[in-house]
Nanobody
Framework: QVQLEESGGGLVQAGDSLRLSCAAS????????MGWFRQAPGKEREFVAA????????YYADSVKGRFTISRDNAKNTVYLQMNSLKPEDTAVYYC?????????????????WGQGTQVTVSS
């Protein structure tokens, strides 16, 4: 079983950058697709980015494409989300999730394991 813990959130200004980390416990981290999702107050949880086991398949939401970068270091059991050019509309709780499959999925219902989330607030 893999357990996930996010870190790196905070309060920043528009245009700033943040890097989120998601540390996974468990020896099978490398066999999971990893995803980042976010949820703003009053809104549904939405897909941000996902990465396959090897990093060979990466998907992004259109709203973050070109600004966010997902990566993973299987040796460190960690997945990252580098967020640049942040906008106020990026404000949300960000969650990492794990899915024991091959192809990354944009649907949060496909993911089996979730972290507790980390707050990202972008002021204008």
């Amino acid at each position: 079983q893999v357990q996930l813990e996010e870190s790196g959130g905070g309060l920043v200004q528009a245009g700033d950058s943040l890097r989120l980390s998601c540390a996974a416990s468990g020896r099978t981290f490398g066999s999971y697709v990893m995803g980042w999702f976010r949820q703003a107050p009053g809104k549904e949880r939405e897909f941000v980015a996902a990465i396959s086991w090897t990093g060979g398949r990466i998907y992004y939401a259109d709203s973050v494409k070109g600004r966010f970068t997902i990566s993973r270091d299987n040796a460190k059991n960690t997945v990252y989300l580098q967020m640049n050019s942040l906008k106020p509309e990026d404000t949300a709780v960000y969650y990492c999730a794990a899915d024991r499959t091959v192809v990354p999925n944009r649907n949060p219902a496909a993911y089996d394991l979730w972290g507790q989330g980390t707050q990202v607030t972008v002021s204008s």
